[in-house]
Nanobody
Framework: QVQLVESGGGLVQPGGSLRLSCTAS????????IAWFRQAPGKDREGVSS????????YYTGSVKGRFTFSRDNAKNTMFLQMNSLKPEDTAVYYC??????????????????WGQGTQVTVSS
């Protein structure tokens, strides 16, 4: 029953924006740590942003700071990744993730229990 369904990917030009959405079913995001990861062809999956449950402390990888904003709407049981000033280097499949342990924000992909199906983001002129 636990599921994350994400959407919002697409093709944008450099400097453009996209907003990714990830809706949970079977559990409440309010009680989970959440995250966005991405994986480019031939590369390992890397963390983009993560957010703790409770106080909502949010972390961003250095390459997206100032450009991406991670948010959560508990009423809609949905997480969002607003991506602005997109660069070709941002091209990847983006995955949402959730875990019941808030401390999971300190760990890599192996630690996260639940994953979305991935959505392709392509930044190209």
């Amino acid at each position: 029953q636990v599921q994350l369904v994400e959407s919002g990917g697409g093709l944008v030009q450099p400097g453009g924006s996209l907003r990714l959405s990830c809706t949970a079913s079977g559990f409440s995001l309010a009680d989970y740590a959440i995250a966005w990861f991405r994986q480019a062809p031939g590369k390992d999956r890397e963390g983009v942003s993560s957010m703790k449950s409770g106080d909502g402390s949010t972390y961003y990888t250095g390459s997206v700071k100032g450009r991406f904003t991670f948010s959560r709407d508990n009423a809609k049981n949905t997480m969002f990744l607003q991506m602005n000033s997109l660069k070709p280097e941002d091209t990847a499949v983006y995955y949402c993730a959730a875990d019941p342990n808030s401390d999971t924000t300190a760990y890599g992909p192996w630690a996260w229990d639940y994953w979305g199906q991935g959505t392709q983001v392509t930044v190209s002129s």
